[in-house]
């Protein structure tokens, strides 16, 4: 079973990182060209950005695949059915009503732009046009949301990701294009980025229509009270959860200690050493993009607790491994942002850290949205939002960005170890604690390791001393686990050549 999940998520994966590497780009590119604060504003709308699309995506996603496995479902029982139909039906149902919430959020924005401005700061008073160009980007994408689930559904991963890396490379070469030209140097400054991303938006949504073969956006009531009883819960905690993940970034622009201007100057910082954690974040996301649909799937009880034990162990053997990759070599990784950015990097190992735990709790919600008991991610993430607001009150006005990175980790973890706590108690998972906690053990033994020979040694003796400490840790796991990593290598190309 784990085999197709390991397929799909190498698909996913290789394909996402040369896809997002193009994207991470602009990272180096942008805080060379920008000033702290100049990045402060593009890290506050890029925190806004992905609140917004949970907020109008309204679980769909998760809704469409499950109820896409229910038309399958049906099928298999006496009830039968048309399942072609019935899948249709949830497209258009779930479509219709997210291009309908898009929509009226975009005209809602327009209208109120003004006070919206104000209420986000003095640097959106100066460009009040910002609001409209990121609320229409937010609608672009809302609209793609469903189209591209689909295209996960039907395991059309390819098509997938070449649409996406239309979208970034059109955004990489019109951010620099306009660089080129000049452009971030005048009056509108950031804004041109805005206008990059708009541009690709719209490109990809265009290019995107196609695949829905041209099934128009209609919205089935009756269909839609059920979906909105399975995903309500799911929007509740997407809400809350992308807040615990993003308010951050909210926190530090209006707690950080100093001036507005030193805030955004600390919320630039902040940002670029969070997309140093990037190969971190691509595979996460990778995993995402190939568990959801194989998670939620039709399996049988006992299949499903065994796939998803399996996979819990890999993603943490894998994040491990990753982890020390990057802080073990985070000069490297450092040179991705610009100089006046790297005075931040000792915060790294803790957002690694935060995002380590937040695939976790990732694997630890299947269980919950496979039962359709999704009240539950409702609490958790509600959990992980008081955990955050809370310490943030008492740590970012002391520490500034650095607190935040702490109150982040906390956060995290509190909702694991809930999460956890709710899936021994309701729908017990055979996980196997005692392997992860070795590698885990393993991982912060290399790390200290690596510290104390830091301070002990030259930097050449020290670089020299992590690769040795990395390829240990990354044979150990191969010989643990008994990889065949040529087959496994061979499956991964053979899937890729048809």
Not at 164 to 186: D, E, P, W
Not at 189 to 202: D, E, R, T
Not at 262 to 288: H, P, S, W
């Amino acid at each position: 079973m784990l085999e197709k999940l390991a397929k799909q998520t190498a698909i996913y994966g290789i394909s996402t990182i040369v896809v997002r590497f193009l994207n991470y780009l602009l990272t180096p590119y942008y805080t060379r060209i920008f000033d702290q604060g100049e990045y402060g504003i593009i890290t506050d709308i890029y925190a806004l950005i992905p609140f917004a699309l949970v907020l109008l995506s309204m679980g769909m996603e998760s809704s469409y695949f499950r109820f896409t496995t229910r038309a399958e479902e049906q099928r298999n029982s006496e009830q039968g059915g048309d399942v072609k139909g019935a899948k249709r039906r949830v497209f258009a149902t779930t479509w219709g009503i997210t291009s309908l919430a898009a929509t009226l959020f975009f005209l809602l924005i327009l209208l109120l732009r003004m006070p919206i401005a104000h209420l986000m700061g003095e640097s959106y008073v100066a460009h009040p046009t910002y609001v409209p160009i990121v609320a229409a980007i937010v609608m672009l994408d809302i609209w793609a949301v469903i189209p591209f689930a689909r295209l996960r559904e039907e395991g059309r991963a390819m098509r997938y990701v070449l649409l996406k890396a239309l979208s970034m490379m059109l955004n990489l070469a019109l951010a620099i294009g306009f660089g080129i030209a000049g452009l971030y140097s005048t009056e509108f400054g950031v804004g041109w980025v805005l206008i990059a991303n708009l541009a690709a938006s719209l490109v990809t949504l265009i290019a995107l229509l196609p695949t829905t073969e041209w099934i128009a956006p209609r919205i089935d009531r009756r269909l839609l009270s059920q979906i909105l009883i399975y995903s309500l819960p799911l929007l509740i905690s997407g809400i809350a959860g992308t807040a615990n993940e993003f308010i951050d970034r909210q926190m530090i622009k209006y707690l950080a200690p100093g001036s507005e201007a030193e805030a955004m100057a600390e919320l630039g910082i902040y940002g670029a050493i969070v997309k140093i954690a990037v190969v971190m974040t691509l595979f996460t996301q990778m995993y995402r993009l190939a568990a959801e649909p194989f998670f939620l799937s039709g399996f049988k009880k006992e299949e499903f607790k065994e796939a998803n034990a399996a996979a819990m162990k890999y993603f943490v053997m894998a994040s491990m491994v990753i982890f020390l990759g990057i802080v073990l070599f985070r000069d490297l990784f450092a040179l991705i942002v610009g100089p006046q950015f790297r005075e931040g990097i000792d915060i790294l190992p803790v957002v690694l850290a935060s995002n380590v735990l937040a695939g976790i709790w990732f694997n630890l919600s299947f269980w919950y949205k496979r039962e359709e008991k999704t009240r539950y991610a409702a609490y958790i993430t509600f959990l992980g939002l008081g955990v955050t607001l809370v310490l943030s009150f008492w740590l970012v006005p002391k520490f500034g960005y650095r607190g935040a990175a702490w109150v982040r980790l906390a956060a995290e973890a509190a909702m694991v170890v809930w999460s956890y706590t709710l899936s021994r108690k309701h729908f017990p998972m055979p996980y196997d604690l005692r392997r992860m906690g070795e590698y885990a053990l393993l991982t912060i033994l290399a790390y200290a390791t690596s510290e104390l020979v830091e301070a002990h040694a030259n930097h050449t003796t020290w670089l020299i001393a992590n690769v040795a400490i990395f390829c240990g840790v990354v044979l150990f796991a191969v010989w643990r686990e008994k990889i065949d990593v040529k087959a496994l290598a061979g499956a991964i190309i053979g899937r890729f050549r048809r």
